[in-house]
């Protein structure tokens, strides 16, 4: 497919997620301060902070001084009236560590949004339209053996754009899967080995590519305090019908307290374009949360 449209129609996916992510935020405001006003929208946020902190002072056994943290924001704001529902969430990430003499290394970072828009013809099996936003904030860097460090990322660069129509299945309240055609953008700007097709000589910043989309998501109370959430995401472009692009998250979360909560998190990243390795990331984190909304 060609590459002209990609811009004008990511742009277009950015604005809608910005708008329908962040604009709605007036309206709680002015529901807390005018009795009379009852916003539609319902609104929940959370915010988390794992810290972990070590530091050496003529200690014999060895050991280097390490300092550690990964902040996380996620929320959900949702319009349910009776003929649709049109949910937006929202999750950032950004973390970092430092070990002895080396200085701060980035740890976790993630921009993503995303956009659901429901219409009700049934209880269970309903047509959607989805938007997804996808990047980082910060510059991302790999390092080799001798600590050299050649950056690879950064904000916006690569960004990726989805927009999907389909049928949403919703069997239970902790189970829901969606299946669609769906439109795939990669834009970047330095770092085009994340759009680039190797097979043609002209070294292309930006891809699109129509395919099939599927989203799978399960959120399963184990417990009262315990928690166990899965998202499996899949894209087969149509052109390259056998390389499908693969991204599944999986964590637990137990409450300790009102305040204190245990992650243990774990992400699988297949993609053939990037690498025709699975990428694997896992972490396990105590820290601090609290309901901001």
Same mark, same amino acid.
């Given at each position: 497919?060609?590459?002209?449209?990609?811009?004008?129609?990511?742009?277009?996916?950015?604005?809608?997620?910005?708008?329908?992510?962040?604009?709605?935020?007036?309206?709680?405001?002015?529901?807390? %301060?005018?009795? &009379?006003?009852?916003?539609?929208?319902?609104?929940?946020?959370?915010?988390?902070?794992?810290?972990?902190?070590?530091?050496?002072?003529?200690?014999?056994?060895?050991? =280097?001084?390490?300092?550690?943290?990964?902040?996380?924001?996620?929320?959900?704001?949702?319009?349910?009236?009776?003929?649709?529902?049109?949910?937006?969430?929202?999750?950032?990430?950004?973390? #970092?560590?430092?070990?002895?003499?080396?200085?701060?290394?980035?740890? +976790? =970072?993630?921009?993503?949004?995303?956009?659901?828009?429901?219409?009700?013809?049934?209880?269970?099996?309903?047509?959607?339209?989805?938007? %997804?936003?996808?990047?980082?904030?910060?510059?991302?860097?790999?390092?080799?053996?001798? =600590?050299? $460090?050649?950056?690879?990322?950064?904000?916006?660069?690569?960004?990726?754009?989805?927009?999907?129509?389909?049928?949403?299945? &919703?069997?239970?309240?902790?189970?829901?899967?969606?299946?669609?055609?769906?439109?795939?953008?990669?834009? /970047?700007?330095?770092?085009?080995?994340?759009?680039? =097709?190797? /097979?043609?000589?002209?070294?292309?910043?930006?891809?699109?590519?129509?395919?099939?989309?599927?989203?799978?998501?399960?959120?399963?109370?184990?417990?009262?305090?315990?928690?166990?959430?899965?998202?499996?995401?899949?894209?087969?472009?149509?052109?390259?019908?056998?390389?499908?692009? &693969?991204?599944?998250?999986?964590?637990?979360?137990?409450?300790? &307290?009102?305040?204190?909560?245990?992650?243990?998190?774990?992400?699988?990243?297949? +993609?053939?374009?990037?690498?025709?390795?699975?990428?694997?990331? #896992?972490?396990?984190?105590?820290?601090?949360?609290? $309901?901001?909304?």
């Amino acid at each position: 497919m060609s590459n002209t449209y990609s811009r004008p129609i990511a742009l277009f996916t950015y604005m809608l997620l910005a708008s329908a992510t962040f604009a709605i935020r007036p309206s709680a405001l002015i529901a807390q %301060t005018d009795t &009379t006003h009852h916003s539609p929208w319902t609104h929940t946020l959370v915010g988390t902070l794992n810290l972990s902190e070590a530091s050496y002072t003529n200690w014999t056994a060895g050991g =280097d001084n390490t300092l550690a943290y990964v902040a996380l924001l996620a929320g959900k704001s949702e319009d349910n009236p009776v003929s649709a529902t049109w949910t937006n969430s929202y999750k950032l990430t950004f973390g #970092q560590a430092r070990l002895g003499d080396h200085g701060l290394r980035k740890t +976790d =970072d993630e921009i993503n949004l995303e956009s659901l828009f429901k219409y009700k013809l049934d209880s269970t099996l309903n047509p959607y339209f989805a938007a %997804t936003f996808k990047s980082q904030f910060a510059p991302g860097y790999k390092y080799d053996k001798n =600590d050299s $460090a050649t950056q690879v990322s950064k904000f916006f660069d690569p960004a990726y754009f989805t927009e999907a129509v389909g049928a949403l299945y &919703t069997p239970n309240p902790y189970f829901k899967t969606r299946l669609g055609v769906a439109l795939r953008e990669i834009i /970047t700007t330095q770092f085009t080995q994340y759009a680039d =097709d190797p /097979t043609t000589p002209k070294v292309e910043s930006t891809l699109v590519q129509g395919g099939i989309e599927s989203v799978s998501e399960l959120a399963l109370p184990i417990d009262d305090n315990l928690l166990l959430a899965s998202k499996l995401e899949l894209f087969d472009p149509f052109e390259h019908f056998q390389q499908i692009v &693969t991204r599944s998250e999986t964590g637990i979360t137990a409450k300790i &307290t009102k305040l204190i909560i245990v992650n243990l998190n774990l992400v699988l990243l297949n +993609d053939p374009m990037v690498t025709p390795r699975t990428q694997v990331k #896992q972490t396990l984190a105590i820290g601090f949360t609290y $309901a901001i909304l």
